[in-house]
């Protein structure tokens, strides 16, 4: 096994322990959307996507614990850094050079905010990924109000591209269906 399938496998591993139930296949379906986005990405830009939220997996610490609203900006960035610096620890166990692991760390430190073409696709498929799959566990966790304005946040940050992919998603459900329709008509 090359060290790229074992580090895939290593992120797969650990990802489950997250106290956020859908993490995983979260995980998988940004890799899938970063794939749809930019089919060359390159190992670098794979990592990213797949091992984007680690953090929760290894600290246990989410939203949840967010205590002050105001701070959520602040928590982002925490935890985009938080999940940057456990692959970079991950790619140094599977002996990948400096110059991968730094781009890894770059773009998971911004893809809660891009700024730069990987980052930016980063961003996009974690988008995507949370309109095909998160939404109705995000609404069981949080509520309709919290999840409509989750679903407001994540549509206003894609790109055009990405708000296209997101209105061809079919939702199995009416009521996620209905919910996401009503959301982003309020924009």
């Given at each position: 096994?090359?060290?790229?399938?074992?580090?895939?496998?290593?992120?797969?591993?650990?990802?489950?322990?997250?106290?956020?139930?859908s993490?995983?296949?979260?995980?998988?379906?940004?890799?899938?959307?970063?794939?749809?986005?930019?089919?060359?990405?390159?190992?670098?830009?794979?990592?990213?996507?797949?091992?984007?939220?680690?953090?929760?997996?290894?600290?246990?610490?989410?939203?949840?614990?967010?205590?002050?609203?105001?701070?959520?900006?602040?928590f982002?960035?925490?935890?985009?850094?938080?999940?940057?610096?456990?692959?970079?620890?991950?790619?140094?166990?599977?002996?990948?050079?400096?110059?991968?692991i730094?781009?890894?760390?770059?773009?998971?430190?911004?893809?809660?905010?891009?700024?730069?073409?990987?980052?930016?696709?980063?961003?996009?498929?974690?988008?995507?990924?949370?309109?095909?799959?998160?939404?109705?566990?995000?609404?069981?966790?949080?509520?309709?109000?919290?999840?409509?304005?989750?679903?407001?946040?994540?549509?206003?940050?894609?790109?055009?591209?990405?708000?296209?992919?997101?209105k061809?998603?079919?939702?199995?459900?009416?009521?996620?269906?209905?919910?996401?329709?009503?959301?982003?008509?309020?924009?």
């Amino acid at each position: 096994m090359n060290k790229f399938e074992s580090l895939k496998n290593k992120i797969l591993s650990i990802i489950p322990r997250s106290p956020v139930s859908s993490d995983l296949i979260h995980a998988q379906l940004v890799l899938k959307w970063t794939l749809v986005l930019r089919p060359d990405a390159d190992e670098a830009l794979q990592i990213a996507a797949l091992g984007h939220d680690i953090d929760r997996a290894v600290t246990g610490i989410t939203d949840k614990d967010l205590k002050d609203p105001s701070k959520y900006e602040d928590f982002r960035r925490e935890h985009s850094i938080r999940s940057a610096k456990i692959l970079s620890d991950l790619m140094k166990q599977e002996g990948y050079d400096e110059r991968t692991i730094d781009r890894v760390y770059v773009i998971v430190e911004k893809h809660e905010f891009g700024g730069d073409p990987d980052s930016d696709a980063l961003k996009d498929a974690d988008s995507i990924a949370y309109f095909e799959y998160n939404i109705p566990t995000y609404l069981e966790r949080y509520g309709r109000e919290k999840t409509k304005n989750k679903i407001k946040f994540m549509y206003k940050r894609m790109s055009k591209k990405a708000e296209h992919l997101v209105k061809q998603l079919k939702f199995g459900d009416k009521e996620i269906a209905n919910l996401v329709n009503e959301s982003i008509s309020e924009l």
